[in-house]
C-alpha cells in the first residue's frame, strides 16, 4: 500500500496562490491514480480534482476549475496542486488519497489518505 503526506498548506489572502504538495512512499507511486480533496468545517469532504497514473489526464470539480492545477512527478514520487487567485471560501483542511483506478469523484473511490493540510484564505 501507499502511505501519503501532504504539506504547503498556511494563511494567504485573497488573491493569493499557494502550491500544496503530497509526498508518496510505500508502493510504486506510478500504480495509483491521485485525487486531491478538501473539507471545510461544518461541511462534508468536496472533491476538488484528480490525476491518472501517468498524468496525462486530470478533472477538476466545478468550484475549482480554471484556478487549481494538478500535476505529478511520478520521479519524485510527489503529487502537487497549484492554487491561484484563491478565494475565502477555498478555506479548508486539503487531504490527497490514492487509488488504483482512475476517475472517480468519490471520497470512498480512494483507499489511501493522508493526514491533511490546512489552508486558511483571508479577505
Known amino acids: 500500500q501507499v502511505q501519503l503526506v501532504e504539506s504547503g498548506g498556511g494563511l494567504v489572502q485573497a488573491g493569493g496562490s499557494l502550491r500544496l504538495s503530497c509526498l508518496a512512499s510505500?508502493?510504486?507511486?506510478?500504480?495509483?491514480?491521485m485525487g486531491w480533496f478538501r473539507q471545510a468545517p461544518g461541511k462534508e469532504r468536496e472533491f476538488v480534482g484528480s490525476?491518472?497514473?501517468?498524468?496525462?489526464?486530470?478533472a477538476y470539480g466545478d468550484s475549482v476549475k480554471g484556478r487549481f492545477t494538478i500535476s505529478r512527478d511520478n520521479a519524485k514520487n510527489t503529487l502537487y496542486l497549484q492554487m491561484n487567485s484563491l478565494k475565502p471560501e477555498d478555506t479548508a483542511v486539503y487531504y490527497c488519497a490514492a487509488s488504483l483506478g482512475w476517475g472517480s469523484r468519490r471520497t470512498n473511490g480512494y483507499p489511501y489518505w493522508g493526514q491533511g493540510t490546512r489552508v486558511t484564505v483571508s479577505s
Open positions: 490525476i491518472d497514473w501517468s498524468g496525462g489526464s486530470t
Open positions: 510505500g508502493r510504486t507511486f506510478s500504480s495509483y491514480a
